[in-house]
Nanobody
Framework: VQLQASGGGLVQAGGSLRLSCAASGSIFSISGIGWWRQAPGKQRELVASIVNSTHYADSVKGRFTISRDDVKKTAYLQMNSLKVEDTAVYYC??????????????WGEGTQVTVSS
C-alpha cells in the first residue's frame, strides 16, 4: 500500500491550496484518514482527521476542510485563508484494511506548503 500526497507549493498569505492523498495497492477498505504537519523545529501535529466525522486542530478550524472520496481512494485537505504559520511539511496517514482483514496504518511522503507574507 502506498499513500501519495501532493498539492503543496508556495502561496501568499490569505491564499488557498488543496492537498490530495491518493492510496494505491492491496486495499479492501480505508478507515480513518489524517492530515498532519511538521514545521521546522516542531513536533508533528494532527491538523485534521476524518472517519465518520471530522476533527480539526483549533488552529485551522474554519479555514481547513478535510474530505474523502472512497471510490477514488483519495483524501483532500482544502486550505483557505492560509497564514505564514501554516508553513510546514504536510503528511497524510490512513488506516488501511487489506483483503486478509489486517488493519495497518500507512504514511505518505510529505508535501511542502510554504506561505509567504
Amino acid at each position: 500500500v502506498q499513500l501519495q500526497a501532493s498539492g503543496g507549493g508556495l502561496v501568499q498569505a490569505g491564499g488557498s491550496l488543496r492537498l490530495s492523498c491518493a492510496a494505491s495497492g492491496s486495499i479492501f477498505s480505508i478507515s480513518g484518514i489524517g492530515w498532519w504537519r511538521q514545521a521546522p523545529g516542531k513536533q508533528r501535529e494532527l491538523v485534521a482527521s476524518i472517519v465518520n466525522s471530522t476533527h480539526y486542530a483549533d488552529s485551522v478550524k474554519g479555514r481547513f476542510t478535510i474530505s474523502r472520496d472512497d471510490v477514488k481512494k483519495t483524501a483532500y485537505l482544502q486550505m483557505n485563508s492560509l497564514k505564514v504559520e501554516d508553513t510546514a511539511v504536510y503528511y497524510c496517514n490512513a488506516g488501511v484494511r487489506d483483503y486478509d482483514g489486517r488493519l495497518k496504518t500507512h504514511w505518505g511522503e510529505g508535501t511542502q506548503v510554504t506561505v509567504s507574507s
